[in-house]
């Protein structure tokens, strides 16, 4: 009973020293009400969703549900955190140059600083970086710079920011490293690449975006005007004064093109994601402190590692660990049979992969508005391994092509899903709280009006592109 | 001794509703750093002062957001800021009042206030507890003049 407890704080951690589920309770219970309470308590938002998931990591082993820590820390994956951390790194140099703030500003002369045309040209940057970086990191630097532009314009920021809310979603929805759910995916099924998102996935990306641009020009684009002298003030911004560190640029857009080639090249070499991003990070480091003092070296590195997100970093690790558990004791057995339940009376693995992908796609987008998309990706991956494993037992084999149908269905329903609403993804609360400070704030309700039916829209051409691509 | 004692009475004040320009102009006539913003009764709402005014000539969000700490891309000359600053003459001054640091009582001791003073760049505010009024000023001037006046 409490001795399973003890054993554990007293020295039971290692492997070997087993641990049996305290009071004898069954793992698969224990592990269940942990599983739930912590998803519950990050779903309120009251507590810091990094700190609830490692608190309920330390319940999955404290409480017996893993026989030792070792089994626990099996159940991280490595890959995402490498790569996740890797990119991180990366941003976290990037970004002192300036260049997103230039890149801002030089698509608004561009057009003339004609507002609707800024609107679609800080989409289209927002989209290329939300897929070659992370969402909250492109968002985190442009929604700065188009509050300023939209202040000297004169004009109402909330169309700029609900665009820059959508396509940052959208556009990183098309690569493995573009949106948390996709690293999860591309970390977790052995046989998807960072080709596989741009072979399969990214294709259908542009349509999306030029889809959900025409209603936003509908409803605000068209009646976007601002006045010549204000337009004037804009033209005078000199987009190359953003550029506050034009060597470090060089290395920064040096090792990310190194970064981005070996996430092309590196698997069938045999390296994986995390790989390639930790060594790109550590290699830019090298590069930004060659010219210091040792004591401005140690200093540098020490700043920019502190500017990881380090809160999603230990929020995986603790999640990882609560899945994992859930999945040791067999729990996710049972949410698989409830998946392959779905697909009972099927008539061959076709119309298994037909049904599983469409409400894959549904419920991941509709669950992913309400609730944070990661927690929510991280249980489904091995629930669908699972289902796989059952399906095949029973006969109905999916093949890897069918498979991998579904885990596309997963990782666009669940990005695109993140559009639903304002809690439905981080950047878009980080877009929010911008836009709060600067005096023009986002309301929930209005946000949920806007863009839960484009989200719907964006799901739907996604249906069609699953469907016509690789269901008939 | 109190603050009661040392405190400057019946200071100079702007009402909320006052434009910005009338406040702004009595900041620079008088050179004074900061000034108690106030409403019709009388009560402290906050202090318009030099960084405030400051923020106002340039763009909002530049002044919210630390993100853009380089703004050299505004190309920015005088007659950008002077446009910002007119933008704002208009607006009640209550609109930029910032919050005032630590709120002295005419009870408060004048250890506490010079504690207060070594850590505050402005005059502090007396305010009576009960109704919020305020009913003086004390700078460091007023203490430092009366240490140096009883030592004579």
Redo the contacts between chains.
């Keep these: 009973m409490i001795l399973s407890l003890a054993t554990t704080l007293l020295g039971g951690g290692g492997e070997g020293h087993g641990v049996e589920p305290l009071f004898g309770w069954d793992p698969l219970w224990i592990s269940g009400v942990i599983f739930v309470l912590t998803y519950g308590v990050i779903m309120t938002e009251k507590y810091n969703r990094a700190v609830v998931a490692l608190l309920g990591a330390g319940a999955m082993i404290l409480f017996g549900v893993y026989p030792n820590q070792s089994a626990a820390i099996h159940g991280i994956d490595w890959n995402t955190i490498g790569l996740l951390t890797g990119m991180m790194v990366i941003v976290a140099v990037t970004q002192r140059t300036g260049v997103f703030q230039f890149l801002a500003i030089w698509s608004a002369k561009k057009v003339n600083a004609r507002p609707w045309g800024i609107l679609v040209m800080l989409s289209i940057v927002t989209a290329v970086l939300s897929a070659l970086l992370d969402n909250v990191t492109t968002v985190l630097l442009i929604a700065p710079v188009t509050l300023l532009i939209t202040e000297e314009l004169e004009i109402a920021p909330y169309p700029f920011l609900f665009a820059e809310i959508l396509f940052s979603n959208i556009g990183g929805t098309a690569t493995l490293i573009g949106d948390p759910p996709n690293i999860l995916i591309g970390s977790q099924v052995e046989t998807i690449t960072f080709n596989s998102f741009l072979t399969e996935v990214a294709p259908i990306v542009p349509l999306i975006f030029i889809m959900t641009l025409l209603p936003i020009y509908v409803m605000w684009g068209r009646k976007l005007t601002a006045s010549d002298e204000a337009m004037a003030r804009v033209m005078n911004f000199k987009a190359k004064e953003a550029i506050t560190n034009v060597p470090l640029l060089k290395k920064s857009l040096a090792v990310l093109t190194f970064v981005l080639l070996g996430f092309m090249v590196g698997h069938p070499l045999g390296f994986e994601p995390a790989t390639v991003a930790m060594v790109g990070g550590a290699l830019l480091l090298l590069l930004d402190n060659l010219s210091r003092t040792p004591e401005e070296k140690s200093e540098n590195v020490h700043h920019t590692f502190g500017e990881v997100e380090w809160v999603t970093i230990f929020f995986f690790v603790g999640l990882f660990v609560i899945v994992h558990g859930l999945e040791n004791a067999g729990a996710l057995d049972i949410l698989a049979e409830k998946v392959v339940g779905f697909t009972e009376g099927a008539a061959n693995s076709a119309e298994v992969t037909t049904r599983l992908s469409i409400a894959v796609l549904w419920v991941s987008a509709v669950a992913s508005a309400i609730v944070d998309n990661i927690p929510f990706v991280a249980t489904m991956i091995p629930t669908l391994k699972t289902a796989f494993i059952q399906l095949s037992e029973q006969g109905s084999v999916l093949d890897l092509d069918q498979q991998h149908t579904i885990w596309w269905s997963l990782s666009l329903g669940a990005c695109l899903g993140g559009n639903g609403s304002l809690i439905g993804a981080s950047a878009n609360l980080i877009v929010a709280g911008f836009a709060e400070r600067a005096g023009s704030p986002i309301r929930f309700l209005t946000f949920l009006k806007h863009a839960f039916p484009l989200m719907l829209f964006s799901v739907a051409i996604a249906t069609v592109y699953i469907y016509l691509r690789y269901l008939i | 001794m109190t603050c009661s004692e040392i405190m400057t009475s019946d200071p100079v004040t702007v009402r909320e509703d006052q434009p910005v320009a009338a406040a702004t102009a009595l900041l620079r006539d008088n050179r004074f750093r900061s000034v108690p913003v106030v409403n019709a009764d009388g009560k402290m709402i906050g202090q318009f002062g030099i960084q405030a005014l400051l923020g106002l000539i340039l763009?909002?969000?530049?002044v919210?957001?630390d993100?853009?700490s380089?703004l050299?891309?505004?190309?920015d000359d005088l007659a950008?800021l002077q446009r910002r600053l007119v933008e704002e003459h208009d607006q009640p001054v209550g609109k930029y009042a910032e919050e005032v640091g630590p709120v002295l009582h005419p009870d408060t001791a004048i250890s506490q206030v010079v504690a207060h003073l070594t850590k505050s760049r402005n005059n502090l505010p007396v305010v009576e507890e009960a109704t919020g009024k305020l009913i003086g000023m004390v700078s460091y001037w007023d203490i430092i003049g009366r240490i140096l006046e009883d030592s004579q």
Aim: aromatic content about 8%.
């Design positions: 763009p909002k969000t530049a919210a957001d993100n853009l380089n050299r891309y505004l190309n950008d």
